[in-house]
């Protein structure tokens, strides 16, 4: 198997901007800084509900935000510019913690097996809340360079993942992560609701310890391997490709491509039908005209957000 090193190529070198978002920061977000800028950061806000994005911007991001004010504010929102980043993440998320628990475990298992990944190319994080992040570093994928398409990329070879695992409760698997400017709790850092932190796992402690001692173990800040204290940065020079998950990927960026998966936005014809409903799968439809339990409610109202704004919604507009 080829090594490859962090930084895949020179032109991955000017991604190192993410946005960082903080409970107590004025604005809450909207704050894009390079990523070792972070840990001050997380220090003035006391590791107190901190968020980056997953994806990482070059200087094209600045000058986005420039031109697109919301509310008198510069934003990231709606950012269609090129994106990469080190990892590629799947959200693990149940009011019931054991099957979020038994799904991690299920796909973890998968990646040692059948992708043939090392410890060092495999994160996983117990979220502080009801689930577990796990983090494929993106090396193992071969050459992955930056992008206009890498979120759709991923948001497809999450459901090639489930299918290939032969996950049964696909649930609790988040597939609503398809922007490139989504946030995630920076790792030792506290989860206002829980009180508990997000901390690192090691492969053994997912797989073999129990729900306790996972909790135990969220209770305070804990050391951490393989990354940076932000968790965004690996600190292993090198990370072998794998033959199996470069196959998933280069499959799907060409399926992506072929196909110039775009969102899909009304024109100015049905803007002012105002009927949300006509604009949603059956999927969000159901999301829509049902009652949502406590704990996915959060979830749930980033999918319909979502594919309202991507279908031309606007509040300030009137439609």
């Not at 409903?277 to 996915?296: F, T, V």
Request: glycine share 4%; with cysteine.
């Amino acid at each position: 198997m080829k090594e490859q090193n962090f930084r895949q190529s020179p032109a991955m070198e000017d991604y190192t901007l993410v946005d960082f978002a903080a409970r107590h920061q004025k604005g809450f977000r909207n704050n894009v800084i390079s990523i070792e800028e972070v840990p001050p950061l997380v220090k003035k806000y006391k590791r107190f509900e901190c968020y980056t994005t997953m994806f990482c911007y070059d200087k094209e991001v600045l000058e986005y935000m420039k031109r697109n004010i919301r509310n008198g504010k510069a934003s990231v929102a709606g950012y269609s510019g090129k994106v990469w980043t080190p990892f590629f993440v799947m959200d693990i998320d149940s009011e019931k913690l054991q099957e979020a628990l038994a799904v991690s475990r299920e796909l973890v298992s998968y990646f040692l097996k059948y992708w043939d990944l090392s410890q060092e190319s495999l994160l996983v994080y117990f979220s502080g809340s009801a689930g577990f992040h796990i983090l494929v570093d993106t090396r193992v994928f071969g050459k992955v360079e930056p992008s206009d398409n890498l979120h759709l990329v991923f948001s497809q070879m999450r459901k090639a993942v489930t299918r290939q695992a032969k996950i049964k409760k696909t649930k609790v698997i988040d597939y609503a992560i398809k922007d490139k400017v989504r946030l995630f709790r920076i790792v030792n850092t506290v989860n206002e609701k829980s009180n508990l932190y997000k901390v690192q796992l090691s492969l053994e402690e997912l797989l073999e310890h129990n729900l306790e001692d996972i909790i135990n173990r969220a209770k305070k800040a804990q050391l951490l391997f393989f990354t940076d204290s932000t968790g965004l940065v690996s600190t292993e020079n090198v990370v072998k490709e794998s033959e199996q998950p470069k196959e998933v990927f280069q499959r799907t960026l060409r399926i992506v491509e072929n196909s110039k998966m775009r969102p899909v936005r009304i024109d100015d014809s049905l803007k002012d039908r105002k009927d949300p409903l006509a604009m949603l799968c059956e999927a969000r439809k159901r999301i829509w005209q049902n009652h949502i339990k406590k704990g996915s409610r959060n979830n749930s109202a980033v999918r319909l957000l979502t594919q309202f704004r991507l279908s031309g919604f606007n509040r300030q507009k009137g439609y």
